[in-house]
């Protein structure tokens, strides 16, 4: 027999077992379903603020990738002595400081939303203080990052890099209380 006949031989089979009641599962009975209408109103289209608000899970991406990098980056040209990363670093220093100005912000935005919706209060405010202390830090080492542009004093060298990284261990911990706040305490226990 030809492999289609054998096909179409076990189609036909699957078939009548399909057909025959009380055979490999097949309805005794049809149940008819009454199909009904919901009553209830469909949620109400979020406002520009709480959409803005909901923008915060992809801007903060930015600036904690930024700030990691410019810690490398400056790691390595201040550091190390790789000046010519030096560049690299000034425009990270810039992009990170901007880039946590909008995540702040609609980090606020959100903030009101989610506990609304019964996310965990307690780990609120130190997450709303210590991203504000790392856009404080990263801005300012931002902008003395730029001022000193032309050249870098080596006693400067090590007290901003300790403040750099400082920063980051801030914005690291505190984006695990954000994620704590969104997917429960026992998401990433520490």
Known sequence: MSRRGLHALGLGFGLWLC????VAGAPEEIEVVEVVEAS?????????????????PALV?????????????DGLALGLGRERLAGCGLLLGALSGLA????????LLRSQEL????????????????MWTVTGLA????????????GFPRGLRWPYLLLLAGAAGLMTYAAHLGGEMVYGADYLPF
């Open 115 to 130: 506990l609304a919706a019964g996310a965990s209060p307690a780990a609120l405010p130190t997450h709303r203080a210590l």
């Open 139 to 150: 801005l300012l080492l931002a902008s003395g990052r730029l001022a000193l542009r032309r």
């Open 19 to 22: 057909a025959v009641p009380g």
């Open 40 to 56: 209830a109103a469909p949620p109400a289209a979020p406002g520009p603020l709480a959409l803005a608000g909901r923008l915060h």
């Open 100 to 107: 946590c100005l909008p995540a702040v912000l609609s980090g």
């Open 61 to 73: 991406h930015l600036p904690i990738a930024w700030l990691l990098l410019w810690l490398l980056v």
